[in-house]
């Protein structure tokens, strides 16, 4: 694929993204987009009263489970915040207000899809691989719908694919000066998006230590350029978690002071010392994980999967069988090729690949065991969503594998492989066509 074609199309993917989500964003109802109505609650509080919530405010307090969202991250809420105040001075109803909210999730998503295309730039040397992950992560039905309404999801995604990024150029610079800044930048508004994301700051602080080493930089070079990094972060993301340690007797993370007001204000059954769980209970794993429990359709393993893929509104929209078992198909065996004919001679065989490729699999195992850990302790959720900031890594992969076996084909078939490379490609955005026409927009914002 020449330079040309390449930029075309790269451009039309992200146009043609945004375009999509923002329309959405517009005509999705609110009874259809999960916890926005909680999440609504802090931007409206910050720009009716011009000053950020602590938390415990009853105005940011959800009625039935007694806390607020305003005791985690919200950045997110910030620049909402920011796009409905500019709404306002135009239009201030409430229509138009929500839009304005949602459109940080919106961009958010957006600017995923040119960070994963800058990482197909970097990982591999054909440009139709590089194409093909960009759309296999901007296109995935459940990403697009989590860009087109308020919440952390999106923006997390987002984080991760800045980080890996900066990763991939570390890798191939030692970290210069201007991507340990890309670095410290992404960390720190990784730090301000979601906790089930977080699995990508500790293996930030593990991948930029071991190339270091393996790249043999004096000590005293390792620790300015850590120090950089930190100092950058810290300056990003550290103002929120040192306000909550202020106002809330020392807890950083506001997940004490979270079960202290549930524990106040919830309803009676949602109260945490009344929820069940299945480590109250006494569930073994196969009953967590791959048994249906009474009153669900269907186990944890498939939920969490399907709903990976695309399950909409509060996980009551779903994709007919075909469509979630094409889908996987697609990913399996993407991923199998991967693991056979990608896997050893693009990441095994010099070793800061090598170590990008562990990090990269050990943040995305660390995110599946906090969902894991989550559902079995403390809430039973069987969400995709919170497997997101597995995305790109995952999207990397198959990519990976798609580009290695048509790379085999012979020399004379060049043109024919740039076009079988992107055939994965070009099915993808057809059953994103069928799942985004038939189903979302049917559910979500035509149903009542």
């Known amino acids: 694929m020449n330079k040309k074609d390449y930029y075309w199309a790269k451009y039309m993917l992200i146009f043609g993204f945004f375009c999509i989500c923002f329309g959405t ?73 929500l839009t304005a909210a949602r459109l940080t999730s919106v961009l958010s998503g957006t600017g995923t899809l040119i960070v994963v295309f800058l990482i197909g730039e970097e990982l591999f040397e054909r440009r139709e691989s590089a194409l093909l992950g960009g759309i296999f992560v901007g296109f995935l039905p459940q990403f697009v719908f989590l860009s087109c309404y308020v919440n952390n999801d999106s923006f997390a995604v987002f984080t991760v694919a800045l980080i890996i990024y900066f990763w991939i150029r570390g890798m191939k610079s030692a970290f210069c000066k201007k991507d340990c800044i890309g670095l410290g930048a992404g960390c720190g508004l990784c730090a301000l998006s979601y906790y089930n994301a977080y699995a990508y700051l500790l293996c930030s602080i593990l991948l930029f230590f071991a190339l ?50 549930a524990a106040l204000y919830a309803a009676d059954e949602y109260k945490p010392e009344n929820r069940q769980t299945p480590a109250s209970e006494s569930w073994s794993f196969q009953q967590t994980y791959l048994q249906t429990p009474e009153g669900r359709t269907s186990n944890w393993l498939f939920s969490t999967v399907s709903s990976f893929i695309g399950s909409f509104s509060y996980m009551t929209v779903h994709l007919p069988m075909v469509l979630y078992l094409l889908y996987g198909a697609l990913m399996a065996f993407g991923f199998l090729v991967f693991l056979f004919l ?30 894991m850990y989550n559902t079995y302790f403390s809430d039973y959720q069987s969400q995709g969503r919170y497997l997101m900031p597995a995305l790109v890594p995952l999207m990397i992969w198959i990519d990976d594998g798609y580009s290695s076996l048509t790379a085999k084909l012979p020399a004379e078939w060049k043109r024919a492989s740039c076009h079988l490379t992107l055939l994965p490609g070009t099915i993808w955005l057809v059953l994103f066509l069928i799942s985004y026409i038939g189903f979302l927009i049917p559910g979500c914002c035509m149903a009542s």
């Open 25 to 97: 964003s517009i005509f999705l109802k609110t009874e259809h987009a999960p916890d926005e109505a909680m999440r609504m609650l802090i931007p409206e509080y910050i720009v009716s009263h011009h000053a950020l919530p602590n938390g415990m405010e009853e105005a940011v307090r959800h009625p039935l489970w007694g806390f607020s969202y305003a005791l985690y991250p919200y950045l997110t809420a910030l620049i909402s915040a920011v796009f409905m105040g500019i709404a306002a001075l135009f239009n201030g109803s409430a229509a138009v207000l």
């Open 212 to 261: 270091m080493i393996h790249f043999q930089k004096p000590a005293k070079e390792i620790f300015v350029k850590a120090l950089a990094v930190f100092a950058i972060a810290f300056l990003i993301g550290g103002w929120f978690f040192i306000r909550n340690a202020v106002i809330h007797d020392g807890d950083l993370l506001g997940m004490r002071t979270s079960n202290e007001s």
């Open 342 to 371: 990608g896997m050893v001679p693009h990441w095994f065989r010099k070793k800061p690949q090598l170590l990008l490729f562990v990090m990269l699999f050990l943040a995305c195992l660390i995110t599946l065991f906090m969902d």
